[in-house]
């Protein structure tokens, strides 16, 4: 009995005691406070401010949107869009582009200011904290060089993915070798090397390929360099030529679509899906999805646009006395008759208007008047560069060219 009640007694001891520190630790404790992270971006503390995103609406005008929300008193809607229009154009707002509105948190819902993005560097910034101004910002940039080299595996997009580039970059080789390559056609071992310069926003955040330096790409064996250069002061930018100063660039498109797949081809009798019957196909049909842009081959004149039952929508282009275009089935015209066009200008979408079984361009051609296959033409490049100008671009590439050919016997070593 006597071990027993000194049992007891122990144990009441060290329960007392645990509860005693239990109690002072819980004391000791106090409680986290959380803390709010602090957002800054567009020259605003977020954190200071109730932010409301939004997204432009079709039919949103500017007016419409400042009106969501009580400015000053001192201020009115339309004198605050006169004094907007001097700095920013109103109109040029676009659907589906975000806006903030930084409302002040004493008085509720009344604007402080109202940033709208127009893309991931661009923005513009009404401000009505202390008196109106109105200010369109670029987010600072930098430009780093890159310099890839791989063959090709899957689609173009497929293979600069799987190299850690931009998908971006596809659209503009695409439009380097726009005239020399068939990207529906290239396979499994074809080969290239670019030589490119990439944008970032404060030097992390990236936003996509800047241009172009230069680039080498080898199709079914055969080697194509590209380098882009400026024969004129006033160009914007520079075409590409080759390694020889020959214009990569022809007077013709090889396809009316960026992006494309032959459905039908030129023909003296083909079975027609809808007349259910033979006969002629006088042009080349491009199968892509409804609302494809379709480009105009080569500059020229609208010279008719219109409807009919079997072409539906359609547009004709006239380039010269010689060579003249037309793009049926469209589902919606951009442009009209008498209109100049550039190469590679959108001046349709792709439709099945008309004798049609799904969308696509039925793209013909004209030589001499009379309807041919452009596929089996050899059409004509655009004019040389001088001797002159020759000696200088050669002087020009011979650094790059040097750097690709050392990329690519590196890489590419058999």
């Known amino acids: 009995m006597r071990y027993l009640i000194i049992t007891i007694i122990c144990i009441t001891f060290f329960t007392s005691c645990n509860s005693k520190g239990d109690k002072k630790d819980n004391q000791d404790k106090k409680p986290i406070e959380k803390v709010e992270p602090i957002i800054k971006e567009y020259g605003f503390t977020f954190n200071d401010y109730d932010v409301v995103k939004d997204t432009i609406k079709s039919g949103d005008t500017f007016s419409a949107i400042l009106s969501k929300y009580p400015l000053k008193d001192s201020l009115k809607v339309h004198n605050v869009i006169e ?28 604007l402080q ?72 056609k290239i396979q499994k071992g074809d080969k ?18 800047e241009s172009i330096e230069a680039s080498y790409f080898e199709h079914r064996g055969k080697k194509i360099f590209a380098f882009p250069y400026k024969l004129r002061e006033d160009q914007k ?58 480009k105009t081959t080569a500059s020229g004149v609208v010279e008719r646009t219109g409807y009919t039952a079997g072409n539906g929508n359609f547009v004709k282009v006239r380039h010269s006395a010689t060579y003249s275009t037309q793009y049926l089935h469209m589902s919606k015209i951009l442009v009209r008759n008498g209109q100049s066009v550039s190469q590679g200008q959108v001046i349709g979408k792709v439709g099945s208007t008309g004798l049609a079984t799904g969308p696509h361009v039925c793209y013909r051609f004209w030589k001499n008047g009379v ?18 100008d020759k000696v200088k671009y050669l002087k020009h590439i011979e650094p790059l060219k040097r750097e690709l050919d050392s990329i690519t016997e590196v890489k590419f070593k058999e």
């Open 83 to 110: 004094k907007i229009r001097e700095t920013f154009n109103v109109r040029r707002i676009k659907a589906g582009k975000p806006y903030l509105f930084f409302l002040d948190k004493k008085k509720p819902h009344t």
């Open 113 to 184: 200011a109202l940033v709208y993005i127009e893309d991931r560097i661009n923005y513009t910034v009404v401000d009505f904290r202390d008196s109106l101004t109105i200010s369109n910002i670029q987010k600072p940039t930098s430009v780093k060089r890159r310099i890839v080299a791989t063959e090709i595996n899957g689609s173009l997009s497929e293979t600069l993915s799987n190299a850690g580039v931009s998908a971006s970059l596809a659209p503009k080789l695409a439009s380097v070798y726009a005239y020399t390559i068939d990207f529906f």
């Open 192 to 209: 290239f090397a670019v030589i490119l310069n990439e944008k970032y926003i404060d030097d992390s955040v990236y936003v996509g390929v």
């Open 237 to 294: 930018t520079g075409d590409f030529y080759d390694e020889n100063g020959k214009g990569l660039k022809s007077m013709f498109l090889k396809a009316p679509l960026d992006y494309f797949r032959i459905s039908s081809r030129f023909s003296g009798k083909r079975f027609h899906p809808v007349q259910m019957r033979f006969k002629a196909h006088n042009g080349t049909d491009y199968a892509a999805p409804h609302g494809t842009p379709i």
């Open 371 to 388: 309807q041919v296959d452009p596929l089996r033409l050899k059409l004509p490049n655009t004019e040389p560069m001088g001797s002159n």
